[in-house]
């Protein structure tokens, strides 16, 4: 009989992202994000790992941290967004279940303006590069718990300081 081990899934993604964070820096974001793909729809990706959902915010929960990357698990209750933010290291994410909003701005202003909005769903996935231009916002506007998948070019303990910059 053939039985599925938990975390087989998440493991055999994590190896995927691996390989990818070693492509060329230009090419590393995108790269990360199509690794997730073949396993974002998986139901039993997070099986075994406890990621609760907070009341007052999104909440992040660590999967994975290489040399120079983190992989974290988003769990985003309905009407929790992030800021408004542009980022210090390359991203990738991925939607794991339901349904996320990601809202982008125009940078060059105080008060970032939205000019865009894309829905993300399950297995969906957005990446960019560190540019303070690339100013965007996720959101869970969904009626259901949302899950994500996202892969950072830091390390896990330097996301309070050096992740984010926050304009709004
Ligand atoms: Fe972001």
């Known amino acids: 009989m053939n039985v599925l081990r938990p975390g087989l899934a998440l493991d055999a993604m994590l190896d995927a992202i691996h390989r990818a964070t070693r492509a060329p820096e230009a090419e590393r974001p995108g790269a990360v994000a199509d690794a997730m793909v073949p396993f974002l729809r998986d139901p039993t990706l997070l099986e075994g790992r406890d990621c ?3 009341p ?3 909440k992040r929960h660590l999967l994975h941290e290489g040399a120079d990357y983190a992989v974290v698990a988003l769990v ?3 009407m929790q967004m992030s800021p408004v933010h542009a980022h210090r290291a390359w991203c990738a994410l991925g939607v794991h279940r339901g349904i996320l909003t990601e809202h982008f701005f125009e940078p ?3 008060t970032p303006r939205p000019v865009d909005a894309v829905l993300r769903r399950e297995g969906d996935t957005s990446h960019g590069v560190a540019d303070p231009r690339l100013i965007h ?3 869970n506007c969904s009626a259901e718990v949302s899950v994500s998948i996202h892969a950072y070019g830091l390390p896990f303990a330097r996301f309070a300081e050096g992740l984010n910059h ?3």
């Open 76 to 78: 985003w209750r309905p």
């Open 166 to 168: 926050i304009l709004a």
């Open 108 to 110: 060059g202003s105080a």
């Open 137 to 139: 916002r996720l959101a």
């Open 52 to 54: 609760p959902s907070c």
């Open 56 to 58: 007052n915010g999104y």
